[in-house]
């Protein structure tokens, strides 16, 4: 099967521009999580969604991140503005349920000059 | 609140060396716990999982890990590294049983195998 796909696989910004992230994830999975990883530490989960109803987002700055899935398959994560803080890999993981593993994508770097 | 601690950002062992991850948790009930790998550019993949079945796991690619309960550990081990297990490894809990939920992360190990 067909794993996550993330786009892009990197990108550059300058501060106070905006982004934003596109997870397809693999077919049939019902969960659908945005995590944040910054370098030399574990991911942090931003989002999780359950069909295109959000179950979690209370680590979401939700300031200036913002996310959706319609229809419940693909999902966009947005960032705007973005600081330099935002720096990171954005990953997308997807799930059966909530009681099946993770299936993570490749990532999205995220450079803020 | 659930934790993990990995001791060690950075681990160097020889090829052919044995490989020991160390991952220590904070749970005031039994949880699940996890190793995931993250090689380089990539998505973590889930290398092994405790859910109270057996307290010796054995994962993909020859890796294994040790829950201890007494010692709040779950150490990842692998009798004899080859210069593909280097990669960065996370430990992590959920403090869902039955689930994949909620995971929490550690911050990582970086495994390095010298020739």
């Known amino acids: 099967e067909a794993g996550v796909a993330q786009s892009p696989r990197y990108k550059i910004i300058e501060k106070r521009q905006s982004v934003a992230f596109w997870c397809n994830p693999i077919s049939g999975h019902a969960t659908l999580y945005w995590y944040q990883q910054i370098l030399g530490q574990g991911p942090k989960l931003l989002i999780q969604?359950?069909?295109?109803?959000?179950?979690?987002d209370s680590q979401l700055p939700k300031d200036r991140f913002s996310a959706e899935r319609l229809k419940g398959v693909d999902s966009t994560l947005k960032i705007q503005p973005a600081k330099l803080e935002d720096s990171a890999v954005y990953l997308c993981?997807?799930?059966?349920?909530?009681?099946?593993?993770?299936?993570f994508g490749d990532g999205t770097r995220l450079s803020i000059l | 609140a659930q934790s993990v601690t990995q001791l060690g950002s950075h681990v160097s062992v020889s090829e052919g060396a044995l490989v020991l991850l160390r991952c220590n948790y904070s749970?005031?009930?039994?949880?699940?716990l996890f190793w995931y790998v993250q090689y380089p550019n990539q998505g973590l993949q889930l290398l092994l999982k405790?859910?109270?079945?057996?307290?010796l796991v054995k994962g993909i690619n020859g890796f294994e890990a040790e829950f201890k309960k007494s010692e709040t550990s779950f150490h990842l081990t692998k009798p004899s590294a080859h210069m593909s297990d280097a990669a960065e490894y996370f430990c992590?809990?959920?403090?869902?049983?039955?689930?994949?939920?909620?995971?929490?992360f550690g911050p990582g190990t970086s495994l390095s195998v010298i020739p």
């Open positions: 405790y859910t109270s079945a057996a307290t």
């Open positions: 749970s005031s009930v039994p949880p699940y």
């Open positions: 992590a809990v959920t403090p869902m049983k039955t689930s994949y939920d909620k995971v929490i």
């Open positions: 969604f359950q069909n295109n109803g959000v179950v979690d």
């Open positions: 993981a997807s799930s059966k349920r909530r009681d099946q593993p993770q299936h």
